[in-house]
């Protein structure tokens, strides 16, 4: 479903192993055949939409490796830009933005368009003109690099100037900003891998440890993902590992990827009338909300009717 929601025109399945003995996984992929051509079909006319997600080409992610795969998994609509976003309501730049010589005028342009900003600590600390952008965020500077591997993972030890710590995580020294606010600015105190994290164990490609980022409480994510959604006109009240991806204003696709059951409130402008786009079948809203109970490991998709 990802696949076909991130726009793919083909699916190859390449293991051979697989295609010669088999595998349960193919069964479910002919059992939800249909369901993902009527999603393809609609996700052609209809892109998902969202927070505007910068990585220049060959640019480097120092401590941010992965980090768009665990920001999408609290509930935050990623699209993925390989050039400055300069139209969009909501930017995401982690340290693969920092490779963009002229990042600071793009900021302040976006800025001056009333788009919200969200810095990760990684790219302040590695960004041409870092103090300029640190100021803006109101953190002190310098912001140093000194990845903490506790659970949660954090970046850089922060401090506050005249920021507002949404968000703080308890260390042996005391408190660390973990998401600040300055007017449209936030900035989230992440580090989620670097390089030097899979050599350390002998990895290339899965991920080196486990993370608490996906394990922090529901009132930690509807805050994070609040930071990134509001200004989309949107509103998630749900765990972890819950996904939402808007298509376009046709309407907007929901996963739940937990292993149990969960209930999740969703709101949205003009929310309307909906129907289930692969059953039809109607879904009521109560005024603006709609409160949904989705299996584990299922997913819904609400159509405009």
Same mark, same amino acid.
Request: hydrophobic share 45%; aromatic share 10%.
């Given at each position: 479903?990802?696949?076909?929601?991130?726009? &793919?025109?083909?699916?190859?399945?390449?293991?051979?192993?697989?295609?010669?003995?088999?595998?349960?996984?193919?069964?479910?992929?002919?059992m939800?055949?249909?369901?993902?051509?009527?999603?393809?079909?609609?996700? *052609?006319?209809?892109?998902?939409?969202?927070v505007?997600?910068?990585?220049?080409?060959?640019s480097?992610?120092g401590?941010?490796?992965?980090?768009?795969?665990?920001?999408?998994?609290?509930?935050?609509?990623?699209?993925?830009?390989?050039?400055y976003?300069? !139209?969009?309501?909501?930017?995401?730049l982690?340290?693969?933005?920092?490779?963009?010589?002229?990042?600071?005028a793009?900021?302040?342009n976006?800025?001056?368009?009333?788009a919200?900003?969200?810095?990760?600590?990684?790219?302040?600390? !590695?960004a041409?003109?870092?103090?300029?952008l640190?100021?803006?965020?109101?953190l002190g500077?310098?912001?140093?690099?000194?990845?903490?591997? $506790?659970?949660?993972?954090?970046? &850089?030890?922060?401090?506050n100037?005249?920021?507002?710590?949404?968000?703080?995580a308890?260390?042996s020294s005391g408190?660390?900003?973990?998401? $600040?606010?300055?007017? !449209?600015?936030?900035?989230l105190?992440?580090?989620?891998?670097?390089?030097?994290?899979?050599? *350390?164990v002998?990895?290339?490609?899965?991920?080196?440890?486990?993370?608490?980022?996906?394990?922090?409480?529901?009132?930690?994510?509807? $805050? +994070?993902?609040?930071?990134?959604n $509001?200004?989309?006109?949107?509103?998630?009240?749900?765990?972890?590992?819950v996904?939402?991806q808007?298509?376009?204003?046709?309407?907007?696709? +929901?996963?739940?990827?937990?292993q149990?059951?969960? !209930? +999740?409130?969703?709101? &949205? *402008?003009?929310?309307?009338?909906?129907?289930?786009g692969?059953?039809?079948?109607?879904?009521?809203?109560y005024?603006?909300q709609?409160?949904?109970?989705?299996?584990?490991?299922?997913? +819904?998709w609400l159509?405009r009717?």
């Amino acid at each position: 479903y990802q696949t076909v929601l991130a726009g &793919a025109k083909e699916i190859v399945l390449f293991n051979y192993f697989d295609f010669v003995h088999g595998h349960p996984g193919h069964h479910l992929l002919r059992m939800n055949f249909e369901k993902l051509a009527d999603l393809a079909k609609a996700v *052609a006319e209809h892109p998902v939409a969202g927070v505007a997600a910068y990585k220049p080409p060959n640019s480097d992610a120092g401590g941010d490796l992965y980090i768009m795969d665990f920001i999408g998994m609290l509930g935050v609509p990623l699209v993925p830009v390989s050039e400055y976003p300069a !139209n969009a309501r909501v930017v995401f730049l982690p340290t693969q933005a920092a490779a963009d010589s002229d990042i600071f005028a793009k900021v302040q342009n976006s800025l001056q368009q009333k788009a919200t900003i969200i810095f990760t600590a990684g790219f302040l600390a !590695n960004a041409k003109d870092g103090k300029k952008l640190a100021e803006i965020a109101g953190l002190g500077w310098p912001i140093r690099i000194s990845p903490m591997h $506790t659970p949660l993972g954090l970046e &850089a030890k922060l401090m506050n100037k005249d920021a507002k710590a949404l968000l703080s995580a308890k260390v042996s020294s005391g408190k660390i900003p973990f998401l $600040t606010e300055k007017g !449209n600015v936030f900035v989230l105190n992440t580090h989620t891998f670097s390089q030097a994290d899979f050599d *350390a164990v002998g990895e290339v490609l899965l991920c080196p440890r486990r993370l608490a980022l996906l394990e922090i409480s529901r009132s930690w994510a509807n $805050t +994070i993902r609040e930071a990134f959604n $509001t200004k989309l006109g949107l509103e998630l009240d749900a765990p972890t590992r819950v996904t939402l991806q808007p298509l376009g204003q046709s309407g907007w696709f +929901i996963q739940n990827y937990n292993q149990k059951e969960t !209930n +999740i409130t969703f709101s &949205a *402008a003009n929310v309307g009338s909906f129907a289930d786009g692969f059953t039809g079948e109607k879904i009521d809203s109560y005024g603006d909300q709609l409160h949904l109970t989705l299996p584990g490991r299922s997913r +819904i998709w609400l159509k405009r009717k």
